[in-house]
């Protein structure tokens, strides 16, 4: 069994800045691309950025130049430190992963964690 587990997310004036944490854990052989995605209220859920295995990053135009995704192979662990945050960035952050287990390879999604940018 595969878990994502974020965290580092809050209530941030804008402005600011905020690091999140997404660690993967269990049966895990490869960890192929991992990313961040958020779902605002009403909106559909959207790619914030992706890293590749090989290092290799994407970026929303929205979070370009502000945000930075990083990937610590040895801890399973993915990041994204999101500097200079508005209000539009208020979402719920989730982060999710390709992942092999002796068995299969499939996508494995965290439970979430909740941005606030707010004055």
């Known amino acids: 069994q595969v878990q994502l587990v974020e965290s580092g997310g809050g209530l941030v004036q804008p402005g600011g800045s905020l690091r999140l944490s997404c660690a993967a854990s269990?049966?895990?052989?490869?960890?192929?691309?991992m990313s961040w995605y958020r779902q605002a209220p009403g909106k559909q859920r959207e790619l914030v950025a992706s890293i590749s295995s090989g290092g290799s990053t994407n970026y929303a135009d929205s979070v370009k130049d502000r945000f930075a995704i990083s990937r610590d192979s040895a801890k399973n662990t993915v990041y994204l430190q999101m500097n200079s945050l508005k209000p539009e960035d208020t979402a719920v952050y989730y982060c999710?992963?390709?992942?092999?287990?002796?068995?299969?390879?499939?996508?494995?999604w965290g439970q979430g964690t909740q941005v606030t940018v707010s004055s």
């Open positions: 269990g049966s895990i052989k490869i960890i192929y691309a």
């Open positions: 999710s992963a390709d992942i092999t287990t002796a068995t299969f390879q499939r996508n494995y």
